[in-house]
């Protein structure tokens, strides 16, 4: 067995957790470990791997293949031949996997860092053991394991043609029947790619509506299109799936009133949720504390808190201890934390508010802060204003024939506190960008609006118009 390694600073996973080693730690000792993607070992973490990066290259193509549905709005005829599935997948993961043995060769080739392969477990706040045996024990420990799919346990989940998120991506052959099962964001993009590119997509989610955490109007919005472009079907589980003699699957489901239905596909998407993995790294036995939802628990520093106290010099970030699963907020983390590690005498802690998100779905949504029902129970309905605007009442939405698009923002009407923002079309993820910018600096609505000039006739005036929408405040030096 290999003898016991002393580092500066470990740390466990190698997503946003690789980032950790900067110049500062040239001449110390890190040590990285990372067991590596579950299907295919790759390095370098969920987003890189099977998660946003790949995702969204996926999303790509599948949004020029529904181009003539656009073009037909407007008056050209266009049409999609096809779209090639191996082509488009052995591209992507040209890329991506020459990036994440790219990285993984790097961190190799340094000579004061050990990257260890292999699974590892907590032996304490400090320290931990590979499954192989070596012992590692670090000054500054930082766990940063992320999340994997969630599973139900039932029958026939371990068939070859049942996948989640982290092997859907490189099917052989393309699926001409897809069953997804779950309404969530992974679910939901999904459901857009395959759609986009052929597949006869049909989704089943446990409760009614698709992406329920969302602001209701949009999520109602949402779904009311999403069950246009593919098939949706609410208040269903899976009960189990078994293998058909002449190839594909049938899904067994059940209906919340009891009812069993059956589903024929050629290939069944698990995405009912994220779980972090904290039990895998055995956080509970090391004695760290954890949330309800098996979260890592951590300080406003992202120190890890054991027995409701903050342990020095041990840090979680990302999917296995924040509340959003969102590789944005865990790069943050991450240099939250990179701070942190380099000066213990001068924290800073870490920033949550104003944290944006979207679904690269067909349509794409966007949201961040507040829903109108979260802000109306935090500071009484009376105090909210909101304002849905309709793409398709601005110049660009004309453009486009756009009937579909709305970009709702919520505020306080006393102080024209921007308190969240909602958008579910054609380019929301960008779209969204100036509110999470007044949110991030404090700007009020109505200086937002007429603090700067927009571009006319931009489609981006959605969101112009919706900040005028809304009735706040003109502050006195207001610029006109
Ligand atoms: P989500 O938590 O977003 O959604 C889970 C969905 O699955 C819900 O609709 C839930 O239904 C449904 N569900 C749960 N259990 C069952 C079941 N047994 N049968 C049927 N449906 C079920 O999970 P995801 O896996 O989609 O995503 C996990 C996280 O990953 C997200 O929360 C997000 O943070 C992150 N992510 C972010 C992305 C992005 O930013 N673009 C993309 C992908 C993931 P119900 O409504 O009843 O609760």
């Not at 990066?53 to 709005?73: D, Y």
């Not at 192989?132 to 999340?147: D, P």
């Not at 589980?237 to 589903?263: C, F, N, Q």
Request: charged fraction near 20%; glycine fraction near 10%; hydrophobic fraction near 40%.
């Amino acid at each position: 067995m290999a003898s016991p390694l002393t580092a500066d600073l470990a740390i466990i996973g190698s997503g946003s957790g690789n980032s950790l080693i900067t110049p500062f730690w040239d001449d110390k000792k890190v040590v990285l470990a990372d067991k590596g993607i579950d299907a295919t070992g790759a390095f370098g973490g969920t987003c890189l791997n099977v998660g946003c990066i790949p995702t969204k290259m996926f999303v790509r193509p599948a949004h020029l293949a529904r181009l003539p549905e656009e073009a037909a709005r407007v008056g050209v005829n266009a049409q999609t031949l096809g779209a090639d599935w191996a082509g488009i997948r052995d591209r992507i993961f040209a890329r991506v996997d020459a990036i994440s043995s790219g990285g993984r060769q790097y961190r190799e080739e340094l000579a004061h860092v050990e990257l260890l392969s292999e699974k590892v477990t907590l032996t304490g706040t400090h320290s931990f053991r590979t499954a192989s045996g070596q012992q590692v024990t670090a000054e500054q420990l930082v766990i940063a394991a992320g999340s994997r799919p969630a599973v139900p346990e039932v029958p026939g989940i371990g068939l070859e043609q049942v996948h989640t998120s982290e092997t859907i991506m490189r099917l052989e052959e393309f699926p001409q029947r897809l069953l997804i099962i779950g309404g969530g964001y992974i679910a939901c993009e999904f459901a857009g790619i395959f759609s986009g590119l052929g597949s006869e997509v049909t989704q089943l989610n446990r409760s009614q509506g698709l992406m329920n955490q969302l602001d209701a109007e949009i999520a109602d919005a949402y779904s009311a299109q999403a069950e246009q472009n593919w098939t949706v079907r609410y208040q269903r589980t899976l009960a189990g799936v078994v293998e058909r003699s002449e190839g594909g699957v049938t899904a067994h489901v059940v209906t919340s009133d009891g009812r069993a239905e059956e589903y024929d596909a050629d290939v069944v998407l698990i995405a009912i949720g994220r779980v972090p993995n904290s039990d895998l790294v055995g956080a509970a036995e090391a004695g760290l504390d954890l949330h309800a939802d098996g979260r890592i628990a951590v300080d406003a520093y992202q120190r890890v808190l054991a027995g409701g106290e903050p342990v020095e010099g041990l840090y979680a970030l990302g999917d296995i201890s924040s509340e959003a699963m969102l590789k944005h907020v865990a790069n943050h983390e991450a240099r939250v934390v990179a701070h942190n590690l380099e000066n213990p005498g001068q924290l800073r802690t870490a920033r949550h508010e104003a944290i944006p998100s979207a679904v690269f779905s067909h349509p794409e949504i966007a949201q961040v802060g507040l829903t109108q029902q979260q802000a109306m129970d935090q500071i009484g309905a009376e105090h909210v204003t909101v304002k849905t605007q309709r793409y398709g009442d601005t110049a660009y939405g004309w453009a486009m024939e756009d009937e579909t698009g709305l970009f709702k923002i919520i505020a306080d009407r006393r102080n024209g506190q921007i308190l969240g923002a909602h958008a579910v079309g054609y380019q929301a993820s960008n779209l969204i960008q100036p509110v999470v910018q007044a949110m991030s600096f404090g700007t009020d609505a109505y200086t937002a609006a007429r603090g700067q000039y927009w571009i006319h006739p931009a489609l981006m005036e959605v969101v112009e118009n919706a900040l005028l929408g809304l009735e706040v405040p003109v502050p006195a030096d207001a610029p006109l």
